[in-house]
T-cell receptor, first 110, second 113 residues
Framework: GQQVMQIPQYQHVQEGEDFTTYCNSSTTLSNIQWYKQRPGGHPVFLIQLVKSGEVKKQKRLTFQFGEAKKNSSLHITATQTTDVGTYFCAGREYGNKLVFGAGTILRVKS | GAGVSQSPSNKVTEKGKDVELRCDPISGHTALYWYRQSLGQGLEFLIYFQGNSAPDKSGLPSDRFSAERTGGSVSTLTIQRTQQEDSAVYLC???????????FGNGTRLTVT
């Protein structure tokens, strides 16, 4: 069945450093979504990527969707303490359910 | 309210008892998901309802788990003969359709003693 792998599991950075999390699917995806879950909270939608090679930016966050539509990345420039949380990718095969990666826990030292 | 509502927010039950978890999705949302999240872990897919189609039950871990969605709106997740390994946060999410973002509820924290 469809699997979505996400690395790293955990990253601890100094405030101001960059951070990247990577997502890989075992199958070609129709779209991929990214979510952020703050400690003690529920996942909140960040963005959706649909097109092959698509790149989207939200302030310090840059999201990419691979050419083959099987991988994606989220890059945060100059992390801040407010970026703390778990970042999940979620991939969808055509006409199918949304499958989440295991998430990357980000901790930021000030 | 405008969001996804789940009840109860916390549930403590004894091993072997049955529990029912409820989810009220956002009005008009045709898709509804149940996920399970153990402490510090990712989201484990359980079941997916889309409109009037047959639900995708491929993530249900055993036949002790079942879910229904009445009238295309409220959903109930039932766990029979609970076990300690069922302890987790059960998250419900709804969306307006295929390809749309998921809106999550605050979850039900289930503790089986």
């Amino acid at each position: 069945g469809q699997q979505v792998m996400q690395i790293p599991q955990y990253q601890h950075v100094q405030e101001g450093e960059d951070f990247t999390t990577y997502c890989n699917s075992s199958t070609t995806l129709s779209n991929i979504q990214w979510y952020k879950q703050r400690p003690g909270g529920h996942p909140v939608f960040l963005i959706q990527l649909v097109k092959s090679g698509e790149v989207k930016k939200q302030k310090r966050l840059t999201f990419q969707f691979g050419e083959a539509k099987k991988n994606s990345s989220l890059h945060i420039t100059a992390t801040q303490t407010t970026d703390v949380g778990t970042y999940f990718c979620a991939g969808r095969e055509y006409g199918n359910k949304l499958v989440f990666g295991a998430g990357t826990i980000l901790r930021v030292k000030s | 309210g405008a969001g996804v509502s789940q009840s109860p927010s916390n549930k403590v039950t004894e091993k072997g008892k049955d529990v029912e978890l409820r989810c009220d999705p956002i009005s008009g949302h045709t898709a509804l998901y149940w996920y399970r999240q153990s402490l510090g872990q990712g989201l484990e897919f359980l079941i997916y309802f889309q409109g009037n189609s047959a639900p995708d039950k491929s993530g249900l871990p055993s036949d002790r788990f079942s879910a229904e969605r009445t009238g295309g709106s409220v959903s109930t997740l039932t766990i029979q003969r609970t076990q300690q390994e069922d302890s987790a946060v059960y998250l419900c999410a709804s969306s307006s359709g295929w390809g749309s973002p998921l809106h999550f509820g605050n979850g039900t924290r289930l503790t089986v003693t």
